[in-house]
């Protein structure tokens, strides 16, 4: 009796005690039992079995909830509240975690102890308990309509951002005259594109067009007679080796071949190129997987999707003391104006006009014709920044589950769909790849990719590494 009249103002307004008279205060007090906490100690654990209602009397509490494994701060709940489900009577499983802030005093009542009370009692506190969940549920409601707001503001504002980037750009004379100024990709790219899209394109017309370039045809014989394809003769057809390579391994090539001959041989130009060429490997991949798209068009579209900012390194060096500057320029718009102006397929560039929306919005926010091919390259992009040892909470996913469906893929995380997919894709045809992507695959940290090689491979991986690593992946 006299911890109630010491305490009686704390526990008669607690929300989940009100108007209960004070014989019914001192029923419950006299039933429930006094807990007093210190800072950091854990009330209630996320998944255990709980039954019961914790009225706060002094103190601060905090709740916590996990998503994707991560502990999250949901609410702080203080002096005059209460924490339970609302059905505490059942035997459930705690859906929070609740931490002390504060020295905290805590009244407990379980469901055995609730039996206890008279039945005017018991509906007084069940009526009290509806009306504190009812307006949580409303503070929540009215919460979320304000988030959505905010992110409707920011959305946009990022959308105005990128898409006054591109009209801004696109009518800069200084913009436009720098990319005048940048050497055009070979003539043959374009034919050979067109010519490896097309199903009916004979081998004939694509070994003409190669040998127009003989640093071309040079990397095609160098790289069907190296010693990963263990070639008994040595191959001098370009003809022959084109078929023995595929025709997107070749256009890799030739892609390859004509940005390296538009820009300097540094190891910035080095580092980013080789960066395209894998995720351009692993697009290619994804594409065949989720038949969402043509694989050699997203073949393409991996392997030029940082052209923009080739471009921005190109300018760096050029102009020094103008980084600062240079730096805030968007390599998006960059990269597809420069592509418009060498002539690149429009579904090309305008995929990679939308390449940083991801990050920022749902694939309802792409136009139709280009979702696919942005779905394909973000994926893409996820995926060679996992495997190069990236935290997965760490990447900017927030609507990856979105992009997910639209490529049919049913995995429930990223790491998932790379060890499943990704890689059992990849490692059936990691002989045919050109060394940067063999040593990326092989270096990343799921070694699993090594399993069932053989040893012969193996050495020759190895060998490779010896020759290579100080040139590759620094």
Known sequence: MAFLIE??????????????T????FEVCNIGRIKHFNTGDIII???????????????????TRKFDGQERDIVTIFKGDGLGDIDFTK??????????????????????DMQKLKPGTQICIYKNINKAFSERMDHF???????????????????????????????????????????????????????????????????????????LVGAILKTINSAFYSVKNKISDVQHAIMLLGFNQVYQLVLDNGIKSTMPNTPQFQELQCHSVITSTIAFEIAKLSEASNAVIMSTI?????????????????????????DSLDPAAIGSLLLKEWNVPDIVCKSLEYQSFPEFFPPSEIPAEYTNNVAILYIAHLCYEYMNGEKEKELPMAFLEEYFR?????????????????????HKKIKTYPDDVR????????????????????????????????????
């Open 141 to 215: 409601i009215s919460q979320q309509a304000k988030l959505a707001d905010q992110n409707n503001s920011f959305k946009v504002k990022i959308k105005k951002f990128l898409h006054s980037n591109k009209s801004s750009y696109a009518q800069s004379e200084i913009i436009q005259d720098i990319l005048k100024n940048i050497p055009r990709l070979p003539m043959y790219t374009n034919k050979l594109f067109t010519l490896l899209h097309d199903e009916k394109a004979q081998i004939k017309e694509i070994v003409d067009q190669a040998k127009l370039d003989p640093s």
């Open 302 to 326: 991996g392997l030029l999707h940082d052209i923009g900012k080739s471009v921005i390194l190109l300018l760096k060096l050029q102009h020094q003391k103008l980084n600062l500057l240079i």
């Open 7 to 20: 305490k009686k103002n704390d526990i008669s307004t607690n929300r989940f005690l009100k108007d209960l």
């Open 22 to 25: 004070d014989t019914e205060l």
């Open 45 to 63: 654990k996320e998944g255990d079995a709980d039954k019961s209602l914790c009225f706060i009397l002094q103190g601060s509490i905090k709740v």
């Open 91 to 112: 035997s459930t499983v705690r859906t929070i975690s609740a931490v002390v802030l504060q020295p905290s005093t805590i009244m407990v009542l379980d469901s055995l």
């Open 439 to 474: 040593l990326f695959i092989m270096k990343n940290k799921d070694s699993s990719m090594s399993e069932g090689l053989g040893d012969d491979y193996k050495t020759k991986i190895d060998d490779v590494f010896k020759l290579k690593e100080k040139d590759v992946l620094k």
């Open 406 to 426: 639209v490529l049919k893929f049913t995995e429930g995380s990223l790491s998932e769909l790379i060890k499943k997919q990704i890689i059992p894709a990849l």
